[in-house]
């Protein structure tokens, strides 16, 4: 999973390191992959867990898990396929696919890595053109405009992907999706969202809604 970083100080030695796994399930295996999975997390000792989800709207039967790292090396010395989760022989057989990412989060917007904040959570993501100011200018752009945002609801984690293709993912956390949707049309009404500038970095956007795991610290 080792890649040239694409943060743009190009340096990451004293930066909070995030890893994103999504794992698709066959239909009907989610609350047995979700098992194996939570003991599995049990026994990582680099690893901090802040959310583990499962996809309400958009691909189902996907679990998401976020977690936290001191370091690059760490995070590579605990990845989170199939083989290393050591799922038993009845999970393994209903795991489809797993995806993993390692991400930073942007300077000067902390990420929320524990509490009740709702039940829905949003996982949007963004994939940016090519431009090299791409990333640069939508991690300015968002430093300027979630300070507002988050007046209206909380943001768990901003994040830009430490590798190619270029990516923004960020959580956000609702406790209805008759809130998401109240938020969203307030923050566009006062001009606060989306952030000044960010549109024009974009070349593609997709999103999905999860409820939490048990486990997940995030609730």
């Known amino acids: ?51 583990c989800w499962v996809a309400e709207v958009g691909l189902l039967n996907e679990i998401a898990v976020l977690r936290s790292f001191r370091s690059a090396e760490a995070m590579e010395a605990e990845p989170l396929g199939g083989a ?4 038993p022989a009845d999970a393994a057989t209903k795991v489809v696919a797993v995806q993993q990412d390692a991400y930073a989060s942007f300077p000067g917007i902390e990420p929320v890595v524990k509490g009740e904040l709702g039940r829905f959570y949003e996982i949007r993501t963004y994939h940016l053109n090519e431009d090299p100011e791409s990333l640069p200018a939508s991690i300015a752009s968002w430093q300027a405009a979630v300070p507002d945002r988050i007046s209206l ?3 768990v984690i901003v994040m830009h992907a430490l590798a190619e293709p270029k990516r923004i993912v960020h959580i956000w956390p609702y406790t209805s999706l008759d809130q998401r949707q109240a938020v969203r049309a307030d923050a566009l009404a006062k001009g606060w969202w ?12 997709q999103t999905a809604i999860y409820v939490p795991a048990p486990f997940s610290p995030l609730q």
């Open 1 to 51: 999973m080792h890649a040239e970083f694409l943060n743009p100080t190009n340096h990451l030695a004293n930066q909070m390191i995030f890893h994103l796994a999504t794992i698709e399930c066959v239909p009907g295996s989610v609350a047995a992959v979700l098992g194996a999975l939570e003991k599995a997390l049990a026994r990582r000792k680099a690893a901090s867990l802040i959310g």
């Open 194 to 205: 989306p952030p000044r500038g960010s549109l024009q970095w974009m070349k593609r956007a």
């Open 153 to 155: 609801s909380p943001l």
């Open 84 to 87: 290393e989760l050591r799922f």
